[in-house]
């Protein structure tokens, strides 16, 4: 088991940067997959990014060349670099972790990017 502890989020101008952190319980040396997730008012939850064990890396169409995703064994954290953050970016941002067959989720954090 894991408790999730998304920071970072808070009210941005385009073009601006944030980054999110996601803090674990537990150490995340052996976690298979750690992702970022988020969701707008109204839309289904989609995957942003996210990265395995072995050190593969996904991102949506929609954030690459922008978003960087990366962890920090020592701290327990997986972080989410947001650059040329746009109003689309718009949404809750949730950290989601892989553990076996169990999936766990944080709480969210909330990003707004105005125009």
């Known amino acids: 088991q894991v408790q999730l502890v998304e920071s970072g989020g808070g009210l941005v101008q385009a073009g601006g940067s944030r980054r999110l952190s996601c803090v674990a319980s537990?150490?995340?040396?052996?976690?298979?997959?750690m992702g970022w997730y988020r969701q707008a008012p109204g839309k289904q939850r989609e995957s942003v990014a996210a990265?395995?064990?072995?050190?593969?890396?996904h991102y949506a169409d929609s954030v690459k060349g922008r978003f960087t995703i990366s962890r920090d064994y020592a701290k327990n954290t997986v972080y989410l670099q947001m650059n040329s953050l746009k109003p689309e970016d718009t949404g809750t941002y949730y950290c989601?972790?892989?553990?076996?067959?169990?999936?766990?989720w944080g709480q969210g954090t909330q990003v707004t990017v105005s125009s």
């Open positions: 990265i395995t064990s072995s050190g593969n890396i």
């Open positions: 537990r150490s995340i040396f052996d976690i298979t997959f």
């Open positions: 989601n972790v892989l553990i076996g067959t169990m999936d766990y």
